[in-house]
C-alpha cells in the first residue's frame, strides 16, 4: 500500500521540472524529492525562517504552476481539482486576513497554515474538493438567488 501510495507520488510529481531533474540527477523517486521539499519548508516555516514567504511559495506558486500543466494537458479531471483549489484559496485568502490579525502571534500559526494548504492540494487528500463538497457549494446553492441578486443577475446566467 505505501509503495502504492508513493509509486502514485512519483507519477504526480513528474510533471513538475525541478523535482523530475532533481529526481533524475540524484537517481530518488520524484515522491522522495517532493516530500524532501515539503519536509525543507515545513521545517523552515516550523522554525520561523521565511514562513510567510514558504506558505507562499508552496500555496500559491506551485499550485499555480500545476494548475499551467492542467490546463496543458488534454485531460480534464486535473483541471477541476485546481479550478476547485483555487476557488477555496480564494476563500482561504480573504478569510486569512481577518484571521491574521487574530492568530499572527499563535505559536506554529504559519506551520498550521501550511498544513492547510498542502491538505488542500495534496493529491491524495485533495481537501480542496473535499471543502467544496461539503462546505462551499451547499453554502453557495443555498444562497446562490440572494448573491446573484446582489451581483445584479439572474440565476439563469
Do not use: R
Amino acid at each position: 500500500a505505501q509503495s502504492d501510495y508513493l509509486d502514485s507520488l512519483t507519477k504526480h510529481f513528474q510533471t513538475v521540472p525541478l523535482v523530475k531533474q532533481i529526481s533524475e540527477k540524484s537517481g530518488l523517486p520524484a515522491s522522495y524529492v517532493a516530500i524532501g521539499f515539503i519536509g525543507f519548508a515545513f521545517m523552515l516555516v516550523l522554525f520561523g525562517i521565511c514562513s510567510g514567504l514558504m506558505v507562499n511559495v508552496v500555496g500559491i506558486l506551485y499550485p499555480a504552476y500545476v494548475s499551467f500543466k492542467a490546463i496543458e494537458s488534454k485531460e480534464t479531471d486535473d483541471d477541476k481539482q485546481w479550478l476547485t483549489y483555487w476557488v477555496i484559496f480564494a476563500g482561504y485568502s480573504f478569510l486569512d486576513h481577518f484571521i491574521d490579525i487574530l492568530f499572527f502571534w499563535f505559536p506554529f500559526y504559519h506551520t498550521i497554515k501550511l498544513i492547510v494548504l498542502v491538505w488542500l492540494f495534496w493529491p491524495k487528500s485533495l481537501g480542496a474538493i473535499w471543502v467544496y463538497n461539503h462546505i462551499v457549494s451547499p453554502f453557495l446553492k443555498q444562497h446562490e438567488g440572494f448573491i446573484d441578486a446582489a451581483l445584479g443577475g439572474d440565476k439563469s446566467s
